[in-house]
């Protein structure tokens, strides 16, 4: 199995904060994708990392991998209360996902 | 609106009881995984289907069952519900087997007293 542990586990901001979220791999990434997930809601699809290297952005949202540190970091600029919720990493064919991050911006 | 569908919202039932949770995917895809999340596992997969056959298998307990039918619905199967049972289950359909983006439901919250 393959274990992906997400830091922080939680984080308060101001709202036009920058941000990063952590997802570290115990295996070779071979593909990593991130979520967002509104409380008690279904997650939604952000980004698909495929390449060591890749960098990925929509809006104000960026997604890094670095196969070599099995680790995928994400990064929101200027961040807004709509970036509320939880993200989440998702690796091996998507049948493993991290622990999350619940992110809260304050007005 | 992902396009995915599932029923009930919400189900409170007793323990050693049996429910059937059902999910239609997303017109046209073949691909359907189901996952339970609670508070204190996070997002467990469970299992996923291709086109009505079962493609992989996670963490699913011997007294939960699945099938994909030939329309491509989905059902979970979850009996001798015992209360660690409680969580939310989540169905996401993808257009291919392997990589790709996932399209997830609502979720039924499943609350085992």
């Known amino acids: 199995s393959q274990e992906l542990e997400q830091s922080p586990q939680s984080l308060i901001v101001q709202e036009g904060k920058n941000l990063t979220i952590n997802c570290t791999s115990s295996?070779?990434?071979?593909?990593l994708y991130w979520y967002k997930q509104k409380y008690g809601e279904g997650l939604i699809f952000l980004m698909m990392l495929q390449k060591g290297g890749e960098e990925k952005s929509h809006e104000k949202i960026t997604a890094k991998l670095d196969e070599k540190k099995q680790q995928s970091s994400l990064h929101i600029t200027a961040s807004q209360p709509s970036h509320a919720g939880i993200y989440l990493c998702g690796a091996g064919n998507q049948f493993y996902f991290g622990t999350g991050t619940s992110l809260t911006v304050i007005p | 609106d992902s396009g995915v569908t599932q029923t009930p919202k919400h189900l409170i039932t007793a323990t050693g009881q049996r429910v059937t949770l059902r999910c239609s995917p997303r017109?046209?895809?073949?691909?359907v995984y189901w996952y339970q999340q609670s508070l204190d596992q996070g997002l467990q997969f469970l299992i996923q289907?291709?086109?009505?056959?079962?493609?992989a298998k996670g963490n699913i307990l011997e007294r939960f069952s699945a099938q994909q039918f030939p329309d491509l619905h989905s059902e979970l199967n979850l009996s001798s519900l015992e209360l660690g049972d409680s969580a939310l289950y989540f169905c996401?359909?993808?257009?291919?087997?392997?990589?790709?983006?996932?399209?997830f439901g609502e979720g039924s919250r499943l609350t085992v007293l």
């Open positions: 289907y291709y086109n009505g056959e079962e493609r």
């Open positions: 295996k070779t990434l071979y593909g």
């Open positions: 996401a359909s993808s257009e291919l087997a392997g990589n790709g983006e996932l399209f």
């Open positions: 017109s046209g895809d073949l691909s």
